[in-house]
């Protein structure tokens, strides 16, 4: 959605912060410019870039910081090079290091624009040439300004869930729970995470739970918690096997078949409701 030129790609990356897309104007002009440095290769003033060299080595370091050991075509993923867990780990302390091959984006960019003005000696040319890629940029660029548009002026998401019904439910509640709770950043799987990212379908919980000041076991987080989310879900297994449910919780379950099998189990030793399609649970006082 963020270009009008290669549209309809699969991907197979999660992250997107820091998602960085030259543009097909800037892909054409870096061409243009590897084909000019090539063909002046001998007259370029090397003496006159060596000012440019740290902008060199920082823009490369921050590049070698971004990228993944992940390689993929489309949703192919070629090969998953192993890495040192330090290394992992290091990277790990800058959230969402797709930021840094920005640096060696507008340097590219850069390079195209100074590659054309001081190789192209025909001021008309270069300007043809420039107007012409700007264009291309545009019109390539025009998909992702108006996504971003849309996204920014598009009206606030309507109102999910019935307020009185959840009034009743949550009364002396002190906590949601989810069943199972999951870890939003890591690559987690399965009918249950499906189920709760379809429609982001935990949001309106999470947005009760903060209007009712109730606790939850589940956030959005910018790293990921995957221990804490298996002990948590090693915890709620426990706890319904033992059919000892906490008095004041409401256990919201992804899936059906969880609380049909729930409810066959604890019959009327529980509440059962499915409420604005959530399938819920509580404890009899």
């Keep these: 959605d963020m270009t009008g030129v290669f549209t309809n790609r699969p991907f197979i990356a999660f992250e997107r912060e820091g998602f960085n897309y030259l543009g097909s104007g800037v892909i054409i002009g870096l061409v243009i410019a590897v084909a000019l440095l090539a063909v002046n ?14 902008l060199l080595v920082l823009s490369v370091f921050f590049y070698l910081n971004s990228i993944s050991n992940q390689v993929a075509v489309g949703r192919r993923e070629i090969v998953d090079i192993p890495l040192p867990s330090f290394l992992l780990e290091v990277r790990q302390i800058f959230r969402t290091a797709e930021r840094f091959v920005w640096l060696l984006s507008y340097s590219l960019v850069l390079l195209v624009v100074a590659s054309v003005v001081y190789w192209v000696r025909s001021i008309r040319i270069a300007t043809a040439i420039l107007g012409v890629l700007l264009a291309i940029q545009i019109v390539d660029s025009s998909a992702g300004i108006a996504e971003s548009r849309r996204a920014l002026h598009q009206q606030s998401s309507v109102k999910t869930l019935s307020e009185e019904s959840w009034e009743r439910v949550v ?3 002190s906590e949601i729970v989810f069943v199972p709770t999951f870890d939003f950043i890591s690559d987690s799987d399965g009918p249950e995470v499906e189920s709760w990212l379809e429609n982001s379908r935990f949001f309106p919980l999470l947005k009760l739970a903060a209007r009712k000041d109730l606790a939850t076991n589940f956030s959005v987080t910018g790293r990921p918690v ?5 002990a948590e879900n090693m915890r709620l297994d426990r706890e319904l096997e033992s059919g000892k449910l906490h008095k004041t919780s409401i256990f919201v379950f992804a899936i059906r078949e969880s609380w049909d099998e729930m409810r066959t189990r604890l019959g009327d030793k529980a509440h059962f409701e499915i409420l604005d399609g959530y399938f819920i649970m509580y404890s009899k006082p």
């Design 171 to 173: 009364a002396g509640r």
């Design 41 to 54: 290769f001998r007259r370029i003033p090397w003496s006159k870039l060596s000012s440019f060299v740290p």
């Design 226 to 230: 995957t221990g804490l989310v298996e």
